[in-house]
């Protein structure tokens, strides 16, 4: 079983940052890689980032160059750091770990002004 809490969302004026947090809990040693997510209104949830086991990443061709996935294994908790942030960035960011099984967090909301 893992357990995953995400935090750091909240209202950010366009062109902001803000650094969502996942920490994760439980069997960790079962997790091959994590992910970000997101879910605009009246928009099917798609992938954002991840990141490995080995510490490769992969980025979503709408956020290359502004946003950033990391982690730090000390604190059993990955990141996403949004930069230059837009409007239709407007989402519940959810984090996932994958390995033995899929594992969601409850969701962060983010919301950009214009």
């Known amino acids: 079983q893992v357990q995953l809490v995400e935090s750091g969302g909240g209202l950010v004026q366009a062109g902001g940052s803000l650094r969502l947090s996942c920490s994760v809990f439980?069997?960790?040693?079962?997790?091959?890689?994590m992910a970000w997510y997101r879910q605009g209104p009246g928009i099917q949830r798609e992938l954002v980032a991840f990141?490995?086991?080995?510490?490769?990443?992969n980025y979503a061709d709408s956020i290359k160059g502004r946003f950033t996935i990391s982690r730090d294994n000390a604190k059993n908790t990955v990141y996403l750091q949004m930069n230059s942030l837009k409007p239709e960035d407007t989402a519940v960011y959810y984090c996932?770990?994958?390995?033995?099984?899929?594992?969601w967090g409850q969701g962060t909301q983010v919301t950009v002004s214009s």
């Open positions: 996932k770990s994958e390995g033995r099984a899929a594992y």
């Open positions: 990141i490995t086991i080995a510490g490769s990443t």
């Open positions: 439980g069997r960790i040693f079962s997790i091959n890689f």
